[in-house]
């Protein structure tokens, strides 16, 4: 597999495994989208060697000393072994949750792992590469998964409450995860009052989430 970085530091954002959590980042390096606000486009491309480290299955395994692992990238579900990877941690002992924008449906077993699903809004200029919803909700019935939001507030609020709107009518029952662009999370407040606005009880499913471990200075 085709690895840009492997290190521990806290789940700076929500999901299945908690915030604040000490975990293990596995970043899986490609990703074919390219969204306008990507905080990681070092991983981006799919060609380059340059930092990228070429790793078995076991050899990832053997780096990661924490029970928590955060599979992350990139985009892990265009690495061809991602569904091996999943299954061997599993059988290891780890508790992992992957991290995936959305564009392609998940591979594997459903309960080797958790996962947080972007879907994207239209600040990221990636809504063409998303499938429909119902599509989307197709490709994740059965497994275990949170949906996430980057939210930029000026743009794409309204968008945001619709797509959790036909998400919940056709049945997704987990919190919405709600990250405001800037990680920061100075916007909540605003972001908390339009959703009330709109839908109160969409607001009693969602999580909004600064991002942690930038507030605390942590990679």
């Known amino acids: 597999m085709k690895i840009n970085l492997i290190y521990e530091s806290i789940s700076g954002e929500g999901g299945f495994i908690k915030q604040g959590t000490w975990v293990t980042f596995v970043r899986t390096q490609g990703c074919t989208l390219r969204c306008s606000w990507c905080d990681t486009p070092q991983a981006l491309d799919h060609k380059t060697t340059m930092g990228v480290e070429f790793m078995g299955i076991e050899d990832i395994a053997d780096k990661i000393k924490t029970k928590h692992v955060l599979l992350t990238g990139g985009e892990p579900l265009e690495q061809v072994d991602i569904e091996l990877l999943l299954r061997f941690l599993a059988t290891k002992g780890h508790l992992v949750q992957v991290e995936t924008s959305g564009h392609m449906p998940p591979v594997g077993d459903k309960g080797f792992a958790s996962w947080v699903v972007d879907y994207k809004c239209p600040s990221s200029n990636m809504v ?83 991002q942690l471990h930038k507030l605390v200075s942590l990679p």
């Open 128 to 210: 063409n590469r998303m499938p429909t919803i119902p599509q989307f909700m197709q490709w994740w019935s059965g497994y275990q998964y949170m949906v996430k939001l980057v939210v930029n507030p000026k743009i794409d609020t309204d968008f945001a409450i619709q797509t959790m709107q036909e998400m919940t009518l056709l049945g997704y029952s987990e919190m919405f995860l709600v990250s405001p662009l800037d990680g920061r999370g100075d916007c909540i407040s605003e972001l908390a009052s339009r959703i009330r606005e709109v839908n109160q009880d969409l607001l009693d499913r969602t999580v909004f989430s600064a």
